[in-house]
């Protein structure tokens, strides 16, 4: 049977779904894949010209006796789109979104739509010399505007300079040839020079040399191995990445850093910068899409070699990639919240295999998976054991709340943590105190004793919902609100409302005289002012630093000696199966935010539950144990990595449709009879009304993936072939990070 070949011919934007079909000839058919590159006979004169393979199918979308024959497959090394072209088409079946829609997000393709950059124009003379200029050129009236502009405002955007001075663009670009003024574009990532003390090489440690020396050793014999640097904080991480870029580069070859956006400061980049030079480009939200676009181009001309960037840098036009790394892989930035929704961390492993080169998971608190993967031999596992120069983690001690509640403590903080905070303000030491809302969705505990309740189906926290009925997220077992606890009978029993405003009122109140800064979504909203609240905190502008997980990742306060986690218990009880290993991380970052200079730190984590394994084992700071439990979970209750899980949403603006048609769908997915498939909901989502759209959710859980994949393409195709009412939109999602 005849097969043929999608191809398309011109890469930009409005281009991409422009699809052609060829038939294959027999004797091309093995070298004919998605992604590579093939000689076709074009338009009406049938133009000798390339295209890239974009899909293979058993039918053609038209007239058969009207297709025309592929010519051959071009020669040399596959452009680097074809990479991207292949990484796009695993994206496709993997993720379930349209050959499209993932060619958009892994090909970096110019926009035609001309947009706005930003131009900043500044006087590049001294003012001596534009008051000379002035005098001399009396009768050019409107570059006297501009200047005199320039002069009285310092830097202006161009628009407004142009308003501002009422002249033209002519004007400032004749201006700026006569070395006046220059233009700046807002948003460039200026990296300064470097100076040659700046450049002083570190010797590496044993454990350092040891972890470098496995990775030579394969590189050198060709092994392309996926590894996982397990470092705690401190360890020296990044200088091993920096060494194993240094083995990647020397042989000609390029590298991906990713690093999750919050962590991406100018700290970080400068250490690369300064090793790498100009070589280094950072690609970060703050850009223009046109300034991505550039950056994307330097890479696919060869013009750098390392990309360092959040997600989206992972799909950087390299074509002689060599060397994949992935800082904080824990994190759940790393997976896309839009269709298609990757994980850069899956992606990545892609991407090596089809470019050939090695991955580098680095972490002090890997994600369960991924140690899962490293216990299973599917990556090698890597281990820094000790921070540098011996220091030593922060002191942890565990504060049991119900104790406090016993015994007369009703404030948010504890004696003993309130007992720490006066040593840290006499001393003049920092503070940081932080509410781990993240992932927080309104469970109800027993202030008594802790218990905290839950589904008896899935083993996670029900949820209060408005008509006063606790849910289950999973399988939409309900209640009602219970009045009393059902372990001590104690009445104290709901939910928390504790926010950061509250917390800082508290502290304001019990300490008049430390100096306060608070960072959440209220006042980091402005642009800018996340970066000005940890400067100031940096600076030694306040004396404690309150704040949600913004405030815990990879900045570095020599002088806080005391770290205060209010409430442990906040995401702890979240709805969905990692709310254990999320805790376990944010309280193992934040108590590692501690004594990182010079002084010994202080940790306190408050909490309804100090018995519950995620906080007993991030306070003694052993992964391992926390590991080993946590994964005990996971296949005692057929969760991630032990078993695959696709969640499937469905939202409709039709409650009653949704209603009905939920269950139907789910009777369809039933009488497939897929073996030890399981499937539970349809339950309301966690947000089951938004922006008058109802949202309901089914999971499936299988030890095999690709049974998972079963259905989703055979509701593909149900939603295809109409059988699924169109007012339903359903949307997948494989391994969900929370709760829909
Ligand atoms: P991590 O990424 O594991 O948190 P870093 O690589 O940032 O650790 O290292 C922490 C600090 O220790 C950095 O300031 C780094 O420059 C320094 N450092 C790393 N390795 C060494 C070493 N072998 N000797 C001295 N200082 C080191
Ligand atoms: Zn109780
Ligand atoms: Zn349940």
Request: aromatic share 8%; charged share 25%.
């Amino acid at each position: 049977m005849a097969k043929y070949a999608g191809v398309i011919v011109d890469i930009s934007l409005e281009k991409l779904d422009r699809v052609f079909d060829y038939r294959i000839p027999a004797h091309l058919e093995e070298r004919i894949h998605p992604g590579a590159q093939a000689w076709i006979p074009f338009g009406m004169g049938n133009r000798r010209m390339k295209g890239f393979v974009v899909n293979i199918s058993d039918t053609c979308t038209y007239e058969e006796s009207r297709v025309k024959e592929l010519l051959g497959v071009c020669e040399g090394a596959v452009p680097v789109e074809g990479q991207l072209i292949e990484l796009a088409s695993w994206m496709r079946e993997k993720y379930g979104c349209t050959m499209n829609q993932a060619m958009k997000t892994v090909l970096p393709v110019k926009n035609k739509v001309k947009e706005q950059v930003k131009i900043l124009v500044s006087l590049n003379a001294d003012e001596q010399m534009v008051a000379a200029y002035i005098a001399a050129n009396k009768r050019c009236k409107a570059r006297i505007r501009v200047l005199q502009a320039l002069m009285e405002n310092g830097t202006l955007q161009k628009e407004v300079l142009l308003q501002e001075a009422a002249t033209t663009a002519g004007t400032l670009k004749e201006l700026q040839e006569e070395g006046m003024i220059f233009f700046q574009s807002e948003t460039v990532y200026r990296l300064p020079k470097i100076s040659k003390e700046e450049k002083k090489r570190i010797t590496l440690n044993e454990e350092q040399k040891n972890v470098l020396k496995v990775f030579r050793t394969d590189y050198e014999e060709e092994k392309r191995e996926h590894y996982l640097l397990h470092g705690v904080t401190g360890s020296g991480k990044t200088e091993v990445y920096m060494e194993m870029l240094t083995t990647v580069l020397k042989e000609g070859k390029q590298a991906i850093v990713l690093i999750p956006e919050i962590a991406l400061t100018f700290q970080t980049v400068m250490r690369f910068y300064t090793r790498f030079g100009e070589q280094v480009s950072v690609i970060h939200s703050k850009l223009s899409a046109g300034e991505r676009y550039d950056q994307m181009e330097r890479a696919k001309k060869g013009e750098i070699s390392v990309m360092i960037g959040p997600r989206s840098a992972i799909f950087t036009p390299f074509s002689n990639l060599g060397i994949i790394i992935i800082d904080e892989e824990h994190e759940g930035s790393y997976k896309s919240e839009i269709t298609p929704k990757y994980h850069a961390r899956e992606v990545a492993k892609k991407r090596c295999e089809v470019s050939g080169a090695v991955l580098v998971l680095g972490s002090a608190t890997p994600s369960i998976e991924s140690y899962f993967k490293a216990s299973c031999g599917e990556y090698k596992l890597l281990k820094l054991s000790k921070r540098i120069n011996d220091l030593k983690l922060a002191d942890v001690q565990v504060v049991d709340l119900r104790t406090e509640l016993k015994e007369g403590n009703r404030s948010v903080i504890s004696r003993a943590l309130r007992a720490q905070m006066q040593d840290a303000l006499e001393n003049k030491q920092q503070i940081m105190l932080f509410l781990n809302r993240r992932g927080h969705t309104g469970f109800i505990s027993c202030r008594s004793c802790g218990h905290v309740l839950k589904c008896p189906h899935c083993d996670v926290s029900l949820t209060l919902h408005k008509d006063g009925r606790m849910r289950c997220h999973y399988c939409g077992y309900e209640q009602l609100q219970a009045k009393q606890c059902p372990e001590c009978a104690s009445p104290y029993i709901g939910g928390f409302r504790a926010g950061t405003q509250q917390i800082e009122e508290v502290v304001k109140r019990e300490f008049p005289q430390a100096r306060i800064l608070r960072m959440d979504l209220d006042t980091t909203r402005k642009k800018g002012s996340y970066e000005e609240i940890l400067n100031r905190f940096s600076k030694g502008e306040a004396d404690i630093l309150i704040g949600t997980q913004m405030i815990v990742k990879g900045h570095d306060f020599p002088a806080v000696t005391l770290v205060g986690v209010l409430l442990a218990d906040l995401s702890l009880h979240g709805s969905d199966y990692m709310a254990a290993e999320r805790t376990f991380q944010l309280l193992t970052q934040a108590v590692g935010r501690a004594g990182r200079g010079d002084q010994p730190g202080n940790a306190v984590i408050q909490t309804y539950q100090p018995e519950h394994y995620a906080v007993r084992e991030a306070a003694s700071q052993n992964y391992e144990a926390f590991y080993d439990l946590e994964i005990a979970y996971r296949d005692l209750m057929s969760y991630p990595p032990m078993s695959g899980m696709l969640a499937m949403l469905l939202q409709s603006e039709d409650e009653t449709l949704l209603e009905n048609d939920a269950e139907k769908i789910k009777t369809s997915i039933l009488e497939l009879e897929i073996p030890l498939l399981r499937v539970t909901g349809p339950t309301p989502a966690v947000v089951s009304k938004l922006n008058d759209v109802y949202r309901k959710v089914i999971y499936l859980k299988h030890e095999d993936t690709k049974m998972l994949y079963r259905v989703r393409d055979f509701i593909d195709e149900e939603v295809k072939n109409e059988k699924i009412n169109k007012q339903i939109r359903v949307e997948f999602d494989e391994n969900p990070l929370y709760a829909y």
